[in-house]
């Protein structure tokens, strides 16, 4: 597994543990931000890897990049998913592709790699169809996306 690869799914298991945390609505993203390291060192350590760790260190900057522009992200992923809330999407789905918006969005990363990236990780984390799922999303985000 890559380097990146197992840092999105830290963030991705991160994301998944902050959905089921209680939080204040009105601190919003800085709620977030404040609660996601100590979950994020939790699940690094699980696989012996610690803060100064290359995949820690882009999962951190992942993480932080998804929280800071979670309503933007959230707004994106609502406009492509007809007929779908973001609150009916499965809770693993939604957060496969909140940090995949962000990377198309946020980071350098190509487009194709982090869709396929998504796809992967959707397929080990939840389901085949899943994968489809959210490669059809990504693929809509993506030919919308204004270009870098």
Same mark, same amino acid.
Request: proline fraction near 3%.
């Given at each position: ?7 999105? +799914? ?27 390291? !100590? ?20 999962? +951190? !900057? ?9 309503? +933007? ?13 973001? +609150? ?14 962000a990377e198309l969005y946020f980071t350098d990363t190509p487009a194709a790699i982090v869709i396929n990236e998504a796809i992967e990780i959707a397929k080990k984390f939840s389901t085949e169809q899943s994968g489809k799922f959210v490669n059809g999303i990504l693929d809509k985000i993506q ?6």
């Amino acid at each position: 597994m890559g380097l990146r690869r197992k840092a999105r +799914e830290m963030v991705l298991q991160t994301l998944f543990a902050i959905d089921f945390q209680e939080r204040d609505p009105e601190f919003g993203e800085l709620g977030l931000l404040n609660h996601y390291e !100590d979950i994020l060192i939790e699940i690094a350590a699980t696989d012996d890897i610690t803060p100064e760790d290359q995949r820690y260190v882009f999962a +951190e !900057d992942l993480i932080r990049c998804t929280i800071q522009n979670l309503s +933007e992200i959230d707004s994106i992923i609502t406009k492509h998913t007809k007929n779908w809330s973001l +609150e009916r999407l499965a809770t693993i789905d939604r957060n496969i592709l909140r940090l995949a918006v962000a990377e198309l969005y946020f980071t350098d990363t190509p487009a194709a790699i982090v869709i396929n990236e998504a796809i992967e990780i959707a397929k080990k984390f939840s389901t085949e169809q899943s994968g489809k799922f959210v490669n059809g999303i990504l693929d809509k985000i993506q030919s919308e996306q204004p270009k870098k």
